[in-house]
């Protein structure tokens, strides 16, 4: 049989939301790749970072230093001195190696070079910074 004969026979007519509906499902399947994409280089992005020596922070918000990594995805944090942790690679949020030198250069304000101070007058100093019109 003819396939005019079989649209014909089926409704015969043109239907534009079939051709939205593929359009739809054509962009859900593109986004589904580009999530998958997006996380395959997050990971890959994870694993190249974690060398020791990298601070880091893990998603329950400990902080330290990798002093190993096994072939497992086993990833050896210090967070102190003498107290080591074993964490899959995974709990590790993020690396605080490029994020926390630029926050700690603007924190501090600059100490001027051309006077130095007194121990006496630095202790005036630390002593009355905290004091306000209420504590003082």
């Given amino acids: 049989m003819n396939p005019l004969v079989i649209a014909q026979a089926a409704g015969g007519s043109f239907n534009p939301s079939l051709i939205l509906m593929v359009a739809l499902f054509a962009v859900l399947i593109f986004m589904m790749f580009r999530g998958r994409k997006k996380q395959a280089a997050q990971q890959e992005k994870l694993k190249t970072n974690t060398v020791p020596g990298a601070k880091v922070m893990t998603n329950s918000g400990i902080f330290g230093t990798v002093v190993g990594v096994d072939a497992e995805d086993r ?5 102190s001195p003498g107290v080591v942790l074993t964490l ?4 590790i949020a993020t690396f605080l190696d490029k994020d926390a030198a630029a926050p700690a250069a603007t924190d501090e304000p600059a100490a001027p070079s051309s006077t ?7 202790l005036r100093r630390l002593n009355d910074e905290g004091k306000d019109e209420r504590n003082a």
């Fill in 116 to 122: 130095t101070e007194t121990p006496e007058e630095s």
């Fill in 75 to 79: 990833v050896q944090v210090e967070v």
């Fill in 88 to 91: 899959h690679r995974q709990a």
